[in-house]
């Protein structure tokens, strides 16, 4: 009974912001690494940005300065706070937890949320 349930989505102009949000339940929050992924149509997913349990954080080089990922233990959510959007944003977005453990890979995604930024 995992879940993750993303929020935040839609549509804003060249240069405005949003945040997502990734509500979880069925887990132990801080025990999972916490990552963003984008698709875009045509494209390959890619990692945005990702949070470890011990809070370092990593960005790939076209969202750095730009987005931050963020987390909030007592509300079992994660965020991405975008700003300065640009066309080449526009994509699907996916929350993602995940561990490692000694028996192998737990790996759960939410159901993605669309982001459009145009004029």
């Known amino acids: 009974q995992v879940q993750l349930v993303e929020s935040g989505g839609g549509l804003v102009q060249p240069g405005g912001s949003l945040r997502l949000s990734c509500a979880t339940s069925?887990?132990?929050?801080?025990?999972?690494?916490m990552a963003w992924h984008r698709q875009a149509p045509g494209k390959q997913r890619e990692l945005v940005a990702l949070?470890?349990?011990?809070?370092?954080?990593n960005y790939v080089d076209s969202v750095k300065g730009r987005f931050a990922i963020a987390r909030d233990t007592a509300k079992n959510t994660m965020y991405l706070q975008m700003n300065s959007l640009k066309p080449d944003d526009t994509a699907v977005y996916y929350c993602?937890?995940?561990?490692?453990?000694?028996?192998?890979?737990?790996?759960?995604w939410g159901q993605g949320t669309q982001v459009t930024v145009s004029s």
């Open positions: 993602r937890i995940y561990k490692s453990y000694s028996l192998g890979l737990r790996d759960y």
């Open positions: 069925g887990i132990t929050f801080s025990t999972y690494t």
């Open positions: 949070i470890t349990v011990d809070g370092t954080t």
